[in-house]
């Protein structure tokens, strides 16, 4: 609930914690210039992992076609729920379908439920390997959403105005474990089916904005852009600057980023009071 996201807010408030907000780092002023302008001794770095991911197949362009997070942020962010009284439109089909199989997906599908559309969940591997909490699926299924498992897109369809009218579809079976453990997913040849929607979500997971690796010289970071940070600490290669959560281990959950943060603050309290 948001009011008790605004009353952890106002408790940092009450001790002292001053928030600049609409301001991106890396394009307002850089984390350099935040030490050597603007005096912080040290800097955390939180910036989480937010760059969707796509397809990467025929017809993400159509329109009635977003990725997670647009539509998330119009509608929570943006309050596109209360439009016209705020401005921002959300669009809300009638029969959608939302790629993928995490939490994202969870949300996505209840909330293109809640703007009316019939939900329909495509993942490519079974109910035991979807990376969402068990608790979240069961949430999704108790507001009528459906899943097609063990199914992965393959082309999404669109109609001659250029609006999204189905999605390709291919059955997959599961093979032996991959490097995450899981048992990887082949498609079965010849089993391709098409769904017809008017909406489709993608919710194909994300990656850190490499906005903050391009703008801090001396920072190190992993080809993926994830900033290399001591685990204990939080400290970067940059002496003062402290990262983690999803910037650091890529997206992952709220508790490891709590503890992260809090491990981190342990940390930069250390460095400002060494000798
Ligand atoms: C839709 C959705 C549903 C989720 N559901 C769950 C769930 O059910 N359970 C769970 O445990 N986890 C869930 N997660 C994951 C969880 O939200 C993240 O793992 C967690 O929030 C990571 O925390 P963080 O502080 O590292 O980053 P974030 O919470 O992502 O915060 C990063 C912040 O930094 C800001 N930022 C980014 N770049 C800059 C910049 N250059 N300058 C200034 N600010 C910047 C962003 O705007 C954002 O406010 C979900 C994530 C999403 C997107």
């Known amino acids: 609930p948001k009011d008790l996201v605004q009353r952890e807010v106002s408790k940092l408030g009450d001790k002292g914690v001053s928030f600049e907000v609409n301001a991106l780092v890396g394009k307002l002023y850089d984390i350099d210039e935040l030490m050597e302008d603007r005096g ?147 498609a079965v040849e010849g089993s391709e089916f098409v769904i017809d929607i008017d909406m489709l979500v993608v919710a194909a997971g994300s990656k850190t904005n490499p906005l903050i690796a391009k703008t801090t010289p001396g920072l190190e970071v992993t080809p993926r852009s994830l900033i290399v940070a001591d685990e204990r600490t939080g400290a970067t290669s940059k002496p003062g600057v402290f990262a983690g959560g999803d910037a650091v281990i890529g997206a992952a959950t709220v508790i490891l980023a709590m503890g992260a943060g809090k491990r981190a603050a342990a940390g930069i309290a250390e460095y400002l009071t060494q000798d």
């Open 40 to 186: 912080f001794d040290a800097v955390f770095v939180g910036t989480g992992a937010g760059l969707p991911s796509y397809l990467g197949i025929e017809g993400e362009g159509l329109n009635g076609v977003s990725v997670a997070s647009e539509l998330l942020t119009r509608v929570n962010l943006m309050k596109a729920y209360l439009f016209p009284e705020y401005e921002t439109p959300v669009y809300a089909g009638k029969k959608c379908v939302v790629v993928g199989g995490g939490n994202v997906a969870m949300d996505a599908a209840r909330t293109a439920r809640r703007l009316g559309a019939e939900v329909t969940v495509v993942y490519r591997r079974g109910r035991e390997e979807m990376p969402a909490r068990a608790e979240e699926v069961h949430h999704a299924e108790q507001e009528g959403i459906r899943f097609q498992l063990l199914t992965n897109p393959t082309r999404i369809l669109g109609d001659e105005k250029g609006w999204v009218s189905g999605v390709e579809c291919v059955r997959m079976e599961l093979g032996e474990p991959d490097a995450s453990g899981r048992r990887r997913p082949t």
